[in-house]
């Protein structure tokens, strides 16, 4: 169960502070290739679907099931990669609800959740950079 006094001592805040670091690390890499390859999945499927003329032109439903398919395949590779370091979380509300029932230290929580946002951040940035287009993400 959740103990705020425990989770609030200085002691047991920062125990694992080189561990908690590293796997913040490899959560920051883990979310990072996971938006990349799946946002770069979004931009394809948007770059075909506004390159008109060729005569191909996917359906909607086309789309949706290749967007989808690109992102599940992004999230299990990724997590797959990554579970054993970090647990493979990739999401900050996945974080706060694991702190909250006590199996994340707060320590650890907070790293996570600037790991995920900035990994997101560098992974919209790349996806940004590489394709010609604005990001077609909504």
Do not use: H
Request: hydrophobic letters at 55%.
């Amino acid at each position: 169960m959740f103990n705020l006094r425990r989770q609030l001592s200085i002691k047991y805040m920062f125990a694992n502070i080189k561990d908690d670091c590293q796997a913040a690390a490899f959560e920051f890499l883990g979310t990072t290739f996971f938006l990349l390859f799946g946002l770069g999945g979004i931009q394809a499927s948007a770059a075909e679907a506004t390159s008109g003329g060729t005569g191909t032109e996917a359906s909607a439903v086309q789309r949706i099931l290749y967007v989808s398919t690109c992102m599940g395949l992004s999230l299990l590779v990724s997590a797959w990669l990554f579970f054993r370091a970090t647990g493979a979380l990739f999401n900050p509300n996945i974080s706060l609800a694991l702190f909250l029932v006590g199996s994340l230290g707060l320590f650890r929580f907070v790293l996570y959740c600037i790991a995920q946002l900035v990994g997101a951040i560098a992974a919209a940035a790349i996806v940004r950079s590489l394709t010609s287009a604005p990001l077609s993400v909504k």
